[in-house]
Structures are given as C-alpha cells and as structure tokens.
C-alpha cells in the first residue's frame, strides 16, 4: 500500500510513502501520518491512494496519528481546487482547513474525574462524619466532578476514595465538553408564521433543496435589516435537517453575538430535529475550537455558525450554505490561502450539492450582477416585518456648518438637538465614527511638518489616553513632542488635526455631562469579553449613547436606539479603491438599520462635506437599485469588477528601486508570457495605495480578465519561471476584496 502525503511545510511538493502492514487497516484518505523527510519527522495529509509510487524505494509512514481522518475527500478536493484558482501551494490550502488546535491536536479531549452515586442495594454502611457529608452531596448531585465535590465537601481525594472502596460511588474519568456559551440559559422557540414575502423566498429555496439537480442552486435573499431573512434562514435549515442533512451558517466575526448564536440555538434545542449547533470563530479558546470542530465531525452537530473558515466544516451531507452579510469584506483572507469565503462556499455546495443563500441588504456589486443576468435567483424581502418605515436619514452639510461655526464642528446643531430629545425620553443613541484615536495627525502650522510613521507612509494617530503617537498599520508607538521637532523650527503650536473616537467622547462628556457614554473601538476593548459586556450594557440600558467605529455597525439589534448620527461619511469615501462608493453606501444603509428597531421611529443623521455624492444620497433614499444602476454603469466604463475579473500582483521589498524594477520585469514577462487570453488587460506597476508599510515597499500590477481560472493557471505556471530577485516577494490575489 503506498499513499500519497501532503506535508505540513510548504513545499509546493506531494511525497509517497509506503504502509507498513500494521498500520493499513488505519490509513484512508484524509488521515494524518507522521512520516520521515530527511533526517526529520513530519506530520503530512494521506491525499491519496496510489498504485505505484513517484520513486521506487520508497520510505515508511512511521505511525497513523489520531483514530478518524480529519479531511474528508470532499473538503481535500475543495482544497485543491483552492489551491489552483487562488495561486498557492495545496499545502498552505490545506492547512486552512482545519483548525490549528484539530490539525496539531495539541488539545485533546480534556477528561476530568467523575464522582458518581451507585444504587445501594444492602443499605448505608456505617461511615463516618466527614464520609457522610460527603456521600449526602453526591446523592444530591448525582454526579459531580471530583475537583468541585472536594472543593464543596471541603475535603481531600483520599475521603472520596474511602467511599469508592466502600462501593458507594465510582470515580471514573469523562470528557468534559468546553462549552463557550455553558452560562447562557437558551430558551426554546418555535417557528413563526411567515408573511408573504418570506413564504415565497422559503418556498424556492426548498423547492430547489429538494432537487438540486435542477435549476439554480445560488440564492441572493436581498433584504432590509429587519425584514426577516434569518427566520427564512432557520426554516431552511429546519428543512435540509428533516432531509437528515446538515447546514453551515457564515456570519461576519464581528456579528457572530451571543445573540446571533442563540437564536439559532434556541429553534434547534428540541424536538425532532433537536440538533447541536456548533460555533466556530476565532475569539474561541483551541480548546474549545477543538472540541466544536469534533462535535460537527462526529455528527453531533449538524449545524455549524461561524465566520470565515467555518466554510471548511466538516458537515456531511451538507444541505445548505448561509452566507449572511454577503457583502462583508471580512469573508476575503488577507493572507496566503487568500480566498473569498462566499465563493468557496459556492463552490462547495455545488460540487456537494447543497444550496446557497446570500443574504443581506446591500449585495455586493458582484453578487447583484450575478443575479441580474440570471447565474443567481434573486429573492426580495421589501419591507421590515413589522411594516415599520425605514428610518428618516437627514443629511447634514458640514460646509455650511462649517461656515457658521468657524472651524469644523463635531455636531452640527441639529444633531446635537436631535440628541438632546432622544436623551430627555430616555431613548438610545448610536454614533458612528471609523476611525479610532483623538487626532488623525499632528501637525505644525508653521513649517508643515506632519509627525509621520518611520516604517509606513501614512500620518501616526494622536491617543490621548496614553499620550502617544500611532502607527494604525504597523503599531509603531512614540511619544508626543511638546514643540515642532523640526530643527530650524522648534514651534510650540503644534496642533492636532482630524477627530477620532476619543475627541468625540471628550466633546460629548462636555455637551451632555448626564449622558452616559462608552467608547468600542479597538482600544477600548481590553479583555476577550469587553466586546459582550459592552453591547449587554447597552441592551439592558446602563448606556446611553453608544459611540464606535464600524464595529457597531453590523447586524446588532437594540429597539430602543432611535437615533443614529455618522459623525463624518466622508472617510471611506476619499480611500483611493475603486470600491470606495460602495463600501460608503453600504456602511451608511448598514447603520441607519441600527435606528428605529422598536416601537419607536428612528432617525439618522448623516454629517458630509460632500452630501450630494450619489452614494449618500441614494443611502438617503434607501435606494439599492439606483445606487446599483449607477455604479455598474461606472465599472463598466472602467472594465472593473463585477464587468471584469481582477488578480493583483503586489511585490514587496525593502529597498525601492529594486523593488520597482522587479515590478517592471514581471510585467514584462506577463506580456510576452500570457498571450493566448483574449481582452487581458494589464495595468501598472505603480506604487501601491501605501507606498510603504512595516518598511517594506509596494509596487502593485492588476490584471484584468474575462476568465479568472484560465489566468490563474498562466500565471502559477509562469511564477515558476520567472526569476526575481531574493528580497523581492510577490503576493498574487485573486479577486482582490481592498486595495
Ligand atoms: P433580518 O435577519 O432580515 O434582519 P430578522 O429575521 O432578524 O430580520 O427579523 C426581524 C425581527 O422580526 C425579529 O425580531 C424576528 O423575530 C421578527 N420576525 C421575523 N419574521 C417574522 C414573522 N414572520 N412574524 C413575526 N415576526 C417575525
Ligand atoms: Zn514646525
Ligand atoms: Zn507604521
């Protein structure tokens, strides 16, 4: 028997190795073997079965580690196609799979000690006192662990293994699950009577689950925040379960809430499908990412929620795909395998045969396009379930309150008024600023100089908690000059420039001194469990106005918030990517969802010095379709995506001119390389968007194409070929997500 083994360094390379006979019985595809590479031993993926090895003397597997396969042929095959569309070695594919804590099994089952009660058949035998206090709390409990009985019974081990002896109880070890949601008490819920539309959307999506053979097998449920989506998620899944197959659920990491979770625990927690729902995501323990990751592989759980890698789990059969919030930036990878975690899903279920369901309010200008030529269905939720309106968004021009006020105020006077009302009826507030620190730059008046990052070409961040100046991409800290550092300069009027977070919480403390106010962004969130505690403070109404980045942005559900104020929509409008529109419509339309959730209607203030631009103003209006019409027309004058596909080859080193010549010959090479694909476009190189980060410089080239899997094979295998020097690097990114 030989096998074909992937192992765990990337060497862009399979090896074969033969099974000694006493381990064959143990070897499948997807087991891991530790095997012998060189003078070392290294643990490898069994990828195959083979006849007849690559070389005729072949080296053994040394031994089969951990009794199930952890791959399955399935998800290896996924990899592997991973591999070759996204440009990276099967091996980096393959190891984002699986979970660190499942492919290293570091952390194994934990197993802790059991105390348990036995039927006395002969009566109590004589004990003594301290015997007997502790045999009264094990007939209570009935079963205890051994460390919370002695801990309890304020005795040692020994006592408990008198009464072992004496056969009243057994002490045995078990495994102890790590549940990381033990403290939450879930109540069951049931399913709701659907309105209209949502009956119509779950209609299809079942009519194709139960023959996927037939007809399109991807669905864009386009809908409002609020107008029901996850309930049509939850009677999908209750119907691929009666199908006795399972479902994944993808949520971005930042809306995988307790909440969210729940719900989903909630409807699954009993009856006949009564299932476990496992969560995936990367906030969890190894321990308990272990454990999760098994309960879904032994088919404990047949429902899996998690972020991005939750699209490897091993689900089988799997049903259906979720991807909520399809339009989230946080499904790409930013790093080698840099896959887009909707479309592996995509392709996942099309090769298992399971549906998909994108979901969202503001698709991706790819995902919309799909669906208007017919690759996806679309299905629309138009209104919120409970027939409220959507919010009222007030569009504030900051030029003119620029004007009045002289210099650029925080809050415009409506807002501050309109925060004013909500505040005296006890009602909640949510403001919304993405960018996190007091100041974006220092700056000196005199001479110009802006206090910059050594190792990065942006401006560093005043915080003023810490007195220190930030780099917000590489982390470099120094601290704050009290005068101009310029030699010939020396100015003490050195000045901060542009507000972050922390300047707004300053000036709400002063305009409402009664509110209370919290801060989330990165830096305010200390602890693993600061993130919950805080939005749970929120909910029971210990805050009251709320103020964060994008972190606040998603999916959160708080009735009682009526108003919403974006301090400045025009951050993310002036970042120089194609996608900057987009991605400021859909940041609006996500946070005015925020408003009105309740009994009460909501209103949103949106504050811009550019208040005419077509993605605030159809944000205005809630209106996709006119904001979709618009944009795909830009893209298309342009041959940007979704009307082309984009890689982008980004080379990377430390010293610029060289840098910069390796980016002019891969042009070169591709241009005489890549020939045979009609309509290739290629672009640059040019300094990326951040000439240098972390002291490394950028040249970026971006091809575009009709037939993305064609050019991702040209240009692996011209990869190979080319020869660039040591200390220049190329980053290849297929479907680039940010720029
Ligand atoms: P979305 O996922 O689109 O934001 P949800 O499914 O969370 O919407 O629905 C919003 C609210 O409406 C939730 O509180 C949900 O329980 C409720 N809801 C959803 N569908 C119905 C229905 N058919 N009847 C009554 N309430 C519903
Ligand atoms: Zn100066
Ligand atoms: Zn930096």
């Not at 051994?146 to 304020?154: D, G, N, V, Y």
């Not at 909707?342 to 698709?363: H, N, S």
């Not at 009826?425 to 403001?431: A, D, F, I, K, S």
């Not at 050195?494 to 707004?504: K, W």
Request: proline share 5%; glycine share 8%; with cysteine.
């Amino acid at each position: 028997m030989i096998v074909r083994v992937t192992l765990e360094i990337a060497v862009g390379k399979e090896f074969d190795y033969q099974v000694p006979l006493d381990l064959r019985r143990l070897v499948t595809v997807g087991s891991r073997v530790k095997v012998p590479f060189g003078p070392r031993q290294l643990m490898g993926v069994v990828t195959a079965l083979v006849e007849t090895g690559k070389v005729t003397k072949l080296r053994d597997v040394v031994s089969v580690v951990g009794k199930q396969s952890l791959v399955t042929p399935n998800i290896l095959s996924l990899a592997r196609w991973m591999a070759e569309y996204y440009c990276c070695p099967v091996e980096t594919a393959l190891k984002s799979v699986l979970p660190d804590s499942v492919r290293k099994e570091r952390e194994g089952w934990k197993e802790r000690l059991f105390v348990r009660a036995l039927s006395l058949d002969g009566g109590l035998p004589p004990l003594t006192k301290r015997q007997a206090t502790v045999w009264a709390i094990v007939e209570r409990h009935r079963e205890i662990p051994l460390q919370s009985l002695i801990r309890e019974a304020k005795t040692s081990p020994e006592t408990v293994r008198r009464l072992e002896d004496k056969g009243l109880v057994a002490i045995t070890p078990q495994v102890l699950e790590r549940d990381p949601f033990a403290n939450e008490t879930i109540v069951p819920t049931t399913k709701l009577a659907l309105n209209e539309g949502q009956e119509k959307a779950l209609d299809e999506i079942i009519g194709v689950c139960d023959r996927p053979e037939e007809g399109q097998q991807v669905f864009l449920l386009h809908g409002v925040t609020g107008s029901g989506k996850t309930e049509v998620y939850l009677q999908a899944i209750e119907h691929v379960l009666e199908q006795g197959k399972g479902a994944i659920v993808l949520v971005p990491e930042i809306s995988l809430t307790p909440q969210t979770v729940e719900r989903f625990k909630a409807r699954f927690s009993q009856g006949p499908l009564r299932t476990l729902v496992a969560v995936l995501h990367s906030h969890l323990s190894a321990g308990e990412k272990h454990d999760e990751w098994h309960k879904i592989r032994q088919g404990r759980a047949r429902i899996v929620i998690g972020a991005r890698s939750a699209v490897f789990a091993p689900v089988d059969p799997l049903g259906l795909i979720i991807v909520d919030e399809e339009h989230e930036y946080s499904y790409k990878q930013e790093e080698a395998p840099r896959y887009h975690a909707r479309d592996v899903g995509i392709v996942r279920a099309q090769r298992e045969g399971a549906v998909v369901v994108l979901g969202t309010a503001t698709p991706s200008m790819e995902t919309y396009y799909n669906a208007q030529r017919g690759k996806y269905r679309l299905l629309e939720l138009a209104s919120r379930v409970d027939t409220k309106t959507l919010p009222l968004v007030r569009v504030v021009d900051l030029r003119l309150e620029a004007r009045k006020e002289k210099g650029i105020p925080i809050f415009s006077l409506k807002l501050k008024e309109g925060i004013t009302q909500r505040l005296e009826r006890g009602e909640q507030v949510m403001l919304f600023l993405n960018r996190r620190g007091y100041a974006a730059s220092l700056q000196c008046p005199l001479c110009g100089f802006v206090a910059g990052c050594p190792h990065c070409s942006v401006s560093l961040a005043y915080h003023r908690h810490d007195a220190q100046l930030r780099c917000h991409v590489c982390g470099h800290v120094e601290g704050v000059p009290r005068v101009c550092p310029q030699p010939e300069c020396r100015s003490p009027q050195i000045r901060y420039a542009g507000i972050g977070t922390e300047r707004v919480e300053e000036t709400l403390g002063k305009l409402f001194p009664k509110a209370r106010v919290r801060r989330m962004d990165s830096d305010a969130l200390r602890r693993k469990d600061d993130y919950r505690l805080i939005l749970n403070e929120f909910r029971l109404g210990k805050i009251d106005i709320l103020l964060g980045t994008q972190m606040i942005a998603k999916g959160l559900h708080f009735p009682n918030v009526t108003l919403v104020g974006i301090v400045y929509a025009d951050l993310s409008l002036h970042i120089p990517d194609f996608r900057a529109g987009e991605r400021t419509f859909q940041l609006l339309t996500q946070v005015a969802g925020r408003a009105g959730r309740g009994d009460v209607e909501g209103e949103v203030f949106v504050q811009s010095f550019t208040p005419f631009h077509p993605a605030i103003q159809h944000a205005r209006r809630h209106d996709y379709q006119g904001f979709y019409e618009q944009e795909v027309e830009f893209r298309r004058e342009l041959s940007y995506p979704p009307l082309m596909r984009m890689c982008a080859l980004t080379l990377r080193g430390r010293h610029e001119d060289r840098t910069r010549m390796a980016a002019e010959y891969l042009k070169g090479r591709i241009e005489e390389g890549i020939t045979d694909l009609r309509e290739l476009i290629i672009a640059g190189p040019a300094e990326a968007t951040l000439l240098r980060a972390e002291s490394f410089y950028r040249f970026q080239i971006v091809l575009r194409t009709h037939s993305m899997a064609a050019l991702g094979q040209r240009l692996a295998a011209l990869m190979v070929k080319v020869d660039l020097p040591d200390d220049v690097q190329v980053i290849v990114d297929i479907d680039p997500a940010t720029f």
